[in-house]
């Protein structure tokens, strides 16, 4: 028999965690989260190996060789933060830097957001909800500014705006600027160039278009974003995020690995996969399916009476569609509605669209006819 020493009385296990896990099935049709397909779910259920077992090493390798693919770039320093979108752009910046932040939607708000707890002077460059910005504008702000690094988001998912990039590259360069870019939810279903375009840091997440889990946000710099990183003049503030361990723990420093931290194996296998269906299907392939996907849901809602809050046809993002709340609704209604008759998300606006669309998103393994069909 077991003696027990202590006096000591234990509270009782709580009665929730002694029921069944219970996951409803539905619909991801909102901005992400999307629907994992079941090559995916597999991935994610193998049996843990190592964060630093040899094959483990295999494996982050490939993922960043699909990065470099999904993103059209050979930059060396090239990798998946062990964390969502955020966690990507918290690696980029200095305390000290002047930071120039292009706005028209949340996640223009929540970079500046970043930049100013990190210490950076922040500088705004602002556009209403629903529009992007020109190259003029950007260069006044530029010339005005004369900031070290400038932010703007390519697929602005909380207005459904896609930003054209062309020239930006070249505008930024000429002002002795490095551009940063939020691809979160265009990677993958919508025309991206890191390379061509001159973005110099280009970040995004796993849980969008490559339909893996959330968790791991795919990064990579160019060799002048790298110099300016490893040349810093103030130590990162998190250890978690500091570039020259990760850079060694991705094999990027050509130096023998070591232990930083426990990556997300689990999330490294469905990522992998997630990059090797979008190498399978090839990039123009998937930029064609969901920009098609995308132009019939328009047709669709179009046909319902419903309005498309971008005005501008090419400024639509494929992935993520916005709708203006029809007039005497509460968008609220609307989605507990799908979600409550027929287990299909959709949501409503985030930051400054809050209260003014309704969002569908049509990502990866959802971007197909039926779920147009249906939602």
């Not at 500046?112 to 003029?136: N, Q």
């Amino acid at each position: 028999s077991v003696r027990i020493m202590s006096s000591l009385v234990t509270i009782p296990p709580p009665p929730v965690l002694l029921q069944p896990l219970n996951v409803p099935h539905r619909v991801m049709l909102g901005p992400g989260p999307s629907n994992n397909p079941p090559r995916i779910q597999a991935a994610g259920g193998l049996q843990l190996i190592g964060h630093m077992h040899p094959e483990m090493f295999q494996i982050m390798d490939d993922i960043k060789q699909g990065i470099q693919y999904a993103f059209q770039t050979k930059n060396n320093l090239t990798l998946a933060v062990s964390g969502s979108g955020h966690c990507a752009m918290e690696t980029v910046v200095e305390k000290g830097d002047i930071v120039l932040i292009a706005v028209k939607g949340i996640w223009g708000e929540r970079a500046a957001d970043i930049a100013g707890r990190i210490g950076a002077d922040v500088r705004y460059l602002s556009k209403p909800v629903g529009e992007a910005f020109t190259l003029t504008e950007v260069e006044k702000a530029l010339a005005e500014h004369k900031p070290s690094l400038f932010f703007i988001t390519h697929g602005e998912s909380s207005s459904g705006v896609l930003q054209p990039l062309d020239g930006m590259g070249d505008l930024c360069h000429r002002y002795n600027c490095l551009l940063l870019v939020d691809s979160v939810a265009s990677l993958g279903g919508a025309p991206l160039y890191m390379d061509k375009q001159g973005i110099d840091i280009l970040y995004s997440g796993s849980q969008k278009v490559l339909n893996a889990p959330p968790g791991t946000a795919p990064i990579s710099f160019s060799e002048s974003a790298s110099k300016k990183i490893f040349s810093r003049k103030t130590k990162p503030p998190s250890l978690y995020l500091d570039l020259k361990w990760l850079a060694n723990y991705w094999g990027c420093d050509g130096k023998p690995r070591i232990y930083h931290h426990t990556g997300p194996v689990t999330n490294y296998f469905s990522l992998r996969e997630g990059l090797a269906i979008l190498a399978e299907q090839g990039l123009e392939c998937s930029w064609a399916r969901h920009r098609e996907n995308a132009l019939k849901l328009h047709k669709g809602l179009e046909e319902l009476g419903l309005k498309l809050f971008v005005k501008d046809p090419e400024l639509r993002l494929p992935t993520v569609t916005t709708i203006s709340v029809p007039i005497g609704y509460e968008w609220k209604d609307i989605t507990t509605y799908m979600m409550k008759n027929h287990d299909i998300e959709i949501t409503g606006g985030l930051g400054p669209s809050t209260g003014k669309v309704l969002r569908i998103g049509l990502m990866g393994y959802n971007s197909t006819q039926p779920n147009i069909d249906r939602v």
